[in-house]
């Protein structure tokens, strides 16, 4: 059973402010995806990683940044945050046979 | 055209009913199918996973899937509170597929 862990968990920040969004895995599984929530939405790929250094964007990326240099570590950098930031941000890693995604808890932002 | 189509609910039904929540998708290349299960403020669960068309039984969950029809459903017999929460189906294409594709989610209420 793979484990993931986010933080934090809750999250209130200013308009305009830089912020970070931690993820990390203790399975070594290579895939790990970042996904925006919204209630009664479905789940919006923002970035995504095959491994090491490789990042590449979903359809939510334009305001955001990751990185990739460990296996276990996948944070996601908001650069400059807005209200329309506000949300749930989930964090997966998936097997290589892609046959199960394993979620942290959450983040869940708000900008005001 | 939506990948895959979910009825969000809300679904409320009485202790002990059996409960039907059923997701449409239009990609004929989706082969893994999955069942999530998310309580309020966490994250996914994996709750059922199938690979390409018919049934799967664990416990009081059966999980159908239909490719012919392109239509997924998962069953939860003898309903408890517990099983209130919201469940995403979700679905991949094949082994080095770059991501999941998930339903909004239908929100169950099982009333004591």
Redesign the interface.
């Known amino acids: 059973e793979a484990d993931i862990y986010q933080t934090p968990r809750y999250l209130v920040i200013g308009t305009g402010k830089k912020i970070t969004l931690e993820c990390s895995q203790t399975m070594g599984h290579d895939k790990m995806y970042w996904y925006q929530q919204d209630p009664g939405m479905e789940l919006h790929l923002i970035h995504y990683s095959y491994g090491v250094n490789s990042t590449e964007k979903g359809d939510l990326s334009s305001e955001s940044t990751v990185s990739r240099i460990r296996t276990e570590h996948f944070p996601l950098t908001l650069e400059s945050a807005r209200p329309s930031h506000t949300s749930q941000y989930l964090c997966a890693a998936l097997t290589d046979m892609n046959t199960e995604a394993f979620f942290g808890q959450g983040t869940r932002l708000t900008v005001v | 055209q939506?990948e895959?189509e979910q009825d969000?609910g809300p679904l409320s039904v009485p202790e002990g009913a059996i409960v039907s929540l059923n997701c449409t998708y239009s990609n004929s290349a989706f082969q893994?199918f999955?069942w999530?299960r998310q309580y309020s403020?966490?994250?996914?669960?994996?709750l059922m996973?199938t690979?390409s068309s018919g049934n799967k039984e664990d416990g009081r969950f059966t999980a159908q899937v239909d490719k012919s029809s392109k239509y997924i459903s998962l069953f939860i017999r003898d309903s408890q509170p517990s099983d209130s929460a919201t469940y995403?189906c979700?679905m991949?294409a094949?082994?080095?597929?770059?991501?999941?594709y998930?339903?909004?989610?239908t929100s169950l209420t099982v009333i004591p």
């Open positions: 939506k895959v969000p893994y999955m999530y403020r966490k994250g996914p669960e994996l996973y690979y995403l979700a991949s094949s082994w080095t597929g770059n991501q999941f998930f339903g909004t989610g």
